[in-house]
Every structure is written in C-alpha cells, then in structure tokens.
C-alpha cells in the first residue's frame, strides 16, 4: 500500500476511532468493546480501498465489529462514572440493561455516541424510521423506569 494510503487510513482512525470506541462500549461493554474494535479497525485496514470510498464507513466497520464479535447475553455496560458525568443517575445503566436489544443499541448510538439516525440505521441494518420508533420507546422506558418526566 502506498503511503499515502497509509497516512489516509491513519487519519480516518484517528476520526473513527474514539467514535467506534463509545459505540462498542455501549452495545458490548467495556471488555467486550476491545475486541470489536480490534475486529473493525483490522476489516478497515484489509480492505481500505473499499473502506475508503464510503458514506458511512464508521457505520460500516461498526457493524463488521458487531457481527465478528459475539455479544454476551446480558450486555455488560460500562459504570456509570465511565459513561458520563459524576452526576449521572445511579439507576441509568439498569436501567438501559434491561432495554431489548436494538433499542438500547439506538438509544446508546443516537444519544451517547451522537450518531445521526440515518448513520445508525446503516450501522444496524435497519431503515432510519426503525431507529428513530426504538429510540422514542427506549427513552420512553427509561423515562418510566427513572420516573423522570418528558420535561426534564
């Protein structure tokens, strides 16, 4: 590969990296979530040429990273100190391990990682109309188990 090319990939995963990173925290878990990573960014490097020309790379190898890995039957979501700020509530990460599955993911992509919709429904193989139902009924549920209303 030219070294151009090389310099090209570099920047992209200097971009793409902290993003797929928070994402397969998410949906995999913190231990979990390497091995993903490792998974994507390796596809990305095999076939770069291919990678290079996307719309939605992230998405892409998110999805590659997701199917190469095997998820766990009960997701392990990171503390909620490594999630976000000191005062989040205790009850959120619970609270979004008992969320099905592809609402949790969305929910997580959408709001935590700051994915659009239509970068979501790429990197779940679903339309963006799919991830926006999952994401209101997710916050829906979340709202409920927290008892936090609409409002807040």
Known sequence: MPDRDVRDFGDWVAAAEPRLRGAF????GPDDARDALAEALAYA?????????????VGYVFRVGQSRTRPRKHPNLPEADVVGPPDLDP???????????????????VHACDWSQAEVAEAMGISPS???????????????????????
């Open 25 to 28: 925290a998410g949906v995999r």
């Open 45 to 57: 490097w095999e076939h770069w040429e291919r990678v290079a020309a996307m719309d939605n790379a």
């Open 91 to 109: 009850g959120l990460v619970p609270a979004l391990k008992n969320l099905p599955e592809q609402q949790r993911t969305a929910v997580w992509l």
């Open 130 to 152: 799919t991830v926006s139902t999952h994401v209101t009924r997710a916050l829906a549920a979340l709202r409920h188990r927290l008892e936090v209303s609409a409002d807040a």
